[in-house]
């Protein structure tokens, strides 16, 4: 049997990389494992906001819409880090989100201002997201890179199904101390926040010589992004397959709790397992091996599989109260089974779209900040339209089942767009891999 410190040894190793990537993967494993116990916390806040601050259902997209209109500078920030060091441009809005995270323990008599912190905070975290891919592409060599970000990913989940599972637990005992409770989870919360981004500054950036200071131009950096996407038309082709599955996604993900609490009727404990435990361990489970995958596979086929997982939990979990009263046990098999479906994908969705996604588009360079950036922005654009609309149909009465049963068809259908695009760029023998369309750079001299 492996020994405690085997095991701890084989884990900062990581998937077989070379000697100069491991440096970067240790720490990118620390920052993304505290990072994940961090958020494990904060995103069961909105149970508690709904259940003791008793939000309302419209409140609910709160932290979605908010961070959407924060990410639209993404546009702007992709351009002006490009010729620029991208450390900066992570710790920086990581350390303002994490003061942000850490002011929700001064509010907890107004749902509104706790959620509104609580949008501030994810907004800021997000745009830590172009650099951080910048930087990855950097370090890690492209052979193994989704293995490496999939393995950080899959220990990353661990954490943040432990710090969630715990969370949950101190909730439903807490009893009538529960806002001081959820005062010293914050406080937690945001002191791993803090850690997260300092061990995350110790990586050492191999940028190139041109990634130096020069001075920003909000004209010069809007039309170089402008040209990325006229030029660029099979990244074009990507970012509406994007925009088709988060706007679906996000059309009914806010309204969960309220689905959990008030239509399943699952209590704080239940609430969170589903939302967040049970995808959460089986993201754990799988992540390693699906990283290792997507280093093999098409791209296009990647999104494919996980977007017809994804909306199969929406479509089960639309389900869930039709089915409840002819078949009892359906109340807990359907949505128990639509989460773990979810759960084995999300490794792989936060790869694609946060990690590794648009390096099958961008040449080797800056030009990543560049489509990172515009990704941030079309991510902004999904919460304003999928959330703006669920905050909409929220406020007139529609039922989360309803949004649950659209949101998912649109997943489904965003998924044969992306297996229908896999069959047409192979007609046109596009290197089918991400490590074979950088290597056709390599062997230009590029």
């Not at 008793?54 to 639209?72: D, K």
């Not at 351009?79 to 002011?103: D, E, H, N, Q, T």
């Not at 239940?270 to 098409?298: E, I, K, Q, S, Y």
Request: hydrophobic fraction near 50%; proline fraction near 5%; include cysteine.
């Amino acid at each position: 049997m492996m020994q405690p410190a085997q095991t701890i040894k084989r884990i900062l190793q990581g998937p077989q990389l070379p000697p100069e990537a491991l440096h970067t993967y240790r720490y990118h494993l620390l920052y993304a494992v505290m990072d994940g116990a961090a958020g494990g916390i904060l995103l069961n806040t909105p149970i508690y906001a709904l259940k003791i601050l008793e939000a309302s259902q419209w409140q609910l997209p709160m932290r979605e819409l908010g961070a959407g209109v924060g990410m639209l500078g993404g546009l702007y920030m992709g351009s002006w880090m490009a010729r620029r060091p991208k450390m900066p441009f992570v710790v920086i809005p990581g350390l303002i989100c994490a003061a942000f995270a850490l002011s929700m323990a001064l509010v907890q008599r107004s749902s509104f201002w706790f959620l509104l912190l609580l949008t501030i905070s994810a907004a800021f975290e997000i745009v830590t997201r172009p650099a951080v891919t910048t930087i990855l592409r950097f370090n890690y060599p492209v052979e193994c890179r989704a293995a490496a970000v999939g393995q950080v990913r899959r220990w990353s989940s661990l954490a943040f199904l432990v710090a969630s599972f715990l969370s949950a637990y101190d909730y439903h005992y807490a009893g009538e101390a529960i806002r001081l409770h959820v005062r010293a989870q914050i406080l937690l919360a945001g002191s791993l926040s803090v850690g997260s981004f300092l061990s995350f500054r110790m990586i050492r950036v191999r940028e190139r010589p041109a990634c130096r200071n020069l001075q920003p131009e909000l004209l010069r950096s809007l039309k170089e992004s402008a040209l990325v996407v006229l030029r660029d038309l099979r990244y074009c082709r990507y970012l509406a397959g994007c925009f088709l599955d988060g706007s679906s996604q996000l059309l009914y993900l806010s309204m969960l709790w309220a689905f959990f609490d008030r239509t399943l009727g699952y209590g704080f404990f239940g609430c969170v397992m589903l939302m967040h435990t049970l995808p959460a361990l089986m993201a754990f489970l799988v992540t390693g091996a699906l990283g290792r995958w997507v280093d093999r596979t098409n791209p296009w086929v990647a999104w494919a599989l996980v977007r017809f997982c994804w909306g199969a939990d929406a479509l089960l979990l639309a389900a869930t109260p039709l089915c409840a009263p002819l078949f009892p046990p359906a109340l807990y098999i359907l949505p128990v089974t639509g989460r773990i479906i979810r759960g084995s994908v999300q490794g792989a969705w936060w790869i694609m779209w946060w990690q590794i996604g648009v390096t099958y588009f961008a040449p080797p360079g800056e030009d990543t900040s560049r489509y990172m950036g515009i990704m941030t922005f079309l991510n902004g654009a999904t919460r304003l339209a999928g959330s703006g609309l669920s905050v909409a149909l929220g406020a007139l009465g529609v039922a989360p089942m309803t949004m649950m049963l659209i949101g998912g068809c649109g997943v489904l259908l965003s998924g044969a767009y992306s297996l229908a695009l896999a069959y047409y760029e192979e007609l046109r023998r596009v290197p089918s891999t991400i490590a074979q369309f950088e290597h056709q750079f390599n062997s230009h001299g590029r």
